[in-house]
């Protein structure tokens, strides 16, 4: 069963936006509410590294390399997080992955989706 989806993904100019929606359709929307998500990507060639958290309650971190840039944001009722990427970088390139962790539970990922930033 898919517990995380992630979709947004495509091909971007250098400056453009993109916006990134994660879903968790078979979570029970209390189970969503406690849980904390947030967004990874890996680059070709590099490891996975975090680029976005929300906390369950609401306490918000980017990576140096986003912040300012993206936005995180949480959708209790809807069950969904998303990720607005503004100002794209070239850097940015990678299959960004959404992750939900639930309390006193397991983590768990979606298959990713993939952001290219060219001319």
């Known amino acids: 069963q898919v517990q995380v989806a992630e979709s947004g993904g495509g091909l971007v100019q250098p400056g453009g936006s993109l916006r990134l929606s994660c879903k968790s359709p078979?979570?029970?929307?209390?189970?969503?509410?406690?849980?904390?998500m947030a967004w990874y990507r890996q680059a070709p060639g590099k490891e996975r590294e975090p680029v976005a958290a929300?906390?369950?309650?609401?306490?918000?971190n980017y990576s140096d390399s986003v912040k300012g840039r993206f936005t995180i944001s949480k959708d209790n009722t809807r069950k969904m997080v998303y990720l607005q990427m503004d100002n794209l970088k070239p850097e940015d390139t990678a299959v960004y992955y959404c992750?939900?962790?639930?309390?006193?539970?397991?983590?768990?990922w979606g298959q990713g989706t993939r952001v290219t930033v060219s001319s």
């Open positions: 929300i906390t369950s309650g609401g306490i918000i």
């Open positions: 992750s939900r962790k639930e309390r006193n539970g397991p983590m768990y």
């Open positions: 078979r979570t029970i929307t209390s189970v969503f509410s406690t849980s904390d």
